[in-house]
C-alpha cells in the first residue's frame, strides 16, 4: 500500500512536472510568436516605407525628365523666335538702306537738273530744303 501511495505522488508529481513544464514552453513559444508577429509587423511597415520611397523616387525622375524636355523645348522655341527676329530687323534694314540709296539717288538727279537749268539759285534752296527733309525723314526711321 505505501509503495502505491509512493507512486501515486510520484505520478501526481511526474504530471505536475509534466503539466508546468508544458505550461512553461506553451508561454514561452507564445512569446516568441508575439515577437515573431511584431517583427513581421515591422517588416511589412519597412517594406511599405521602401515602396513608397521607390514610387517617390520615380516620380522625382519623371518630373525632372519632364522638366528637361520643357526647358529644351523653351530654348529651342527661344532660339527659333531670336533668329526670325533678326531676320526680319536685317531684312528691315536692307528696305530702308536701299529707300535711303534711293533717295539720294533722287537727290543727284535733282542737283544735276538743277546744274543743267537756268534757274540756279531758288533750285539749290529748293534742292538743299529736300535734302534737309530727306535727312529728317530718315532720322526719323
Known amino acids: 500500500a505505501e509503495s502505491?501511495?509512493?507512486?501515486?505522488?510520484?505520478?501526481?508529481?511526474?504530471?505536475?512536472?509534466a503539466a508546468e513544464s508544458a505550461a512553461n514552453t506553451a508561454d514561452e513559444s507564445a512569446d516568441e510568436a508575439e515577437e515573431s508577429a511584431e517583427t513581421a509587423d515591422e517588416s511589412v511597415f519597412e517594406a511599405?516605407?521602401?515602396?513608397?520611397?521607390?514610387?517617390?523616387?520615380e516620380d522625382s525622375v519623371e518630373s525632372a525628365a519632364e522638366s528637361v524636355?520643357?526647358?529644351?523645348?523653351?530654348a529651342e522655341e527661344s532660339t527659333e523666335s531670336a533668329a526670325e527676329s533678326a531676320a526680319n530687323t536685317a531684312d528691315e534694314s536692307a528696305d530702308e538702306a536701299e529707300e535711303s540709296?534711293?533717295?539720294?539717288?533722287?537727290?543727284?538727279?535733282?542737283a544735276t537738273d538743277l546744274l543743267e537749268s537756268d534757274t540756279i539759285v531758288p533750285d539749290l534752296?529748293?534742292?538743299?530744303?529736300?535734302?534737309?527733309?530727306?535727312?529728317?525723314?530718315?532720322d526719323a526711321r
Open 69 to 74: 524636355d520643357e526647358s529644351e523645348d523653351e
Open 4 to 17: 502505491v501511495d509512493e507512486s501515486e505522488d510520484e505520478a501526481e508529481e511526474s504530471t505536475e512536472s
Open 48 to 57: 511599405t516605407d521602401l515602396v513608397q520611397m521607390e514610387s517617390t523616387a
Open 101 to 110: 540709296a534711293e533717295t539720294a539717288d533722287e537727290s543727284v538727279f535733282e
Open 125 to 138: 534752296v529748293q534742292m538743299e530744303s529736300t535734302a534737309e527733309d530727306s535727312v529728317e525723314s530718315r
